[in-house]
T-cell receptor, first 112, second 112 residues
Framework: NAGVTQTPKFQVLKTGQSMTLQCAQDMNHNSMYWYRQDPGMGLRLIYYSASEGTTDKGEVPNGYNVSRLNKREFSLRLESAAPSQTSVYFC???????????FGPGTRLTVT | DAKTTQPNSMESNEEEPVHLPCNHSTISGTDYIHWYRQLPSQGPEYVIHGLTSNVNNRMASLAIAEDRKSSTLILHRATLRDAAVYYCILSATIQGAQKLVFGQGTRLTINP
């Protein structure tokens, strides 16, 4: 099992550019999440998907959109990147049966 | 969202027990107490969780105060690999998904 995978690992964008961060899990989990982590800070929830076909806002959703493509995949889109979105982005997944989130390795995004 | 308070940093010696405290005075009756840790340049990793009773697993023990306003993560015999940022988190479950609100955590240093 690969667990939670994220692509790309690194990305540099110019202000105003758009991009999509991809996340996939192979654990048959119902719920998936997107977090961001700024330097020296804890993670903050951007969006989550409790189950296939549903998405909800977290703490810091502004400037982002998400798509739960199927049970395995949950993507995060930045339509017009801003320097304030420079961060490390983590995807996670969980089952409704156990209270444990599994995290991916992260995507380091820099917006110049 | 209920918040937790942890010391910014702690230091311990290899092969000694470590007690990491957490205060959560505004915890609600349905909030679970979770602990995750994050090693450098990695995503967070689940450690343990509990509701009211003390919990043990292969990684650690969780001691929960009777009034649930505080808890302590216990690493019984620290190794150098336990050096990480430890997050104490209260979680609410919404439609099977867990909303985790990360604080800044405790940076644990292990001396050889």
């Amino acid at each position: 099992n690969a667990g939670v995978t994220q692509t790309p690992k690194f990305q540099v964008l110019k202000t105003g550019q758009s991009m999509t961060l991809q996340c996939a899990q192979d654990m048959n989990h119902n719920s998936m999440y997107w977090y961001r982590q700024d330097p020296g800070m804890g993670l903050r929830l951007i969006y989550y998907s409790a189950s296939e076909g549903t998405t909800d806002k977290g703490e810091v959703p502004n400037g982002y959109n998400v798509s739960r493509l199927n049970k395995r995949e949950f993507s995060l889109r930045l339509e017009s990147a801003a320097p304030s979105q420079t961060s490390v982005y983590f995807c996670a997944s969980s089952s409704s049966r156990v209270r444990e989130q599994y995290f991916g390795p992260g995507t380091r995004l820099t917006v110049t | 969202d209920a918040k937790t308070t942890q010391p910014n940093s702690m230091e311990s010696n290899e092969e000694e027990p470590v007690h990491l405290p957490c205060n959560h005075s505004t915890i609600s009756g349905t909030d679970y107490i979770h602990w995750y840790r994050q090693l450098p340049s990695q995503g967070p990793e689940y450690v343990i969780h509990g509701l009211t009773s003390n919990v043990n697993n292969r990684m650690a023990s969780l001691a929960i105060a009777e009034d649930r306003k505080s808890s302590t993560l216990i690493l019984h015999r620290a190794t150098l690999r336990d050096a990480a940022v430890y997050y104490c988190i209260l979680s609410a479950t919404i439609q099977g998904a867990q909303k985790l609100v990360f604080g800044q955590g405790t940076r644990l240093t292990i001396n050889p």
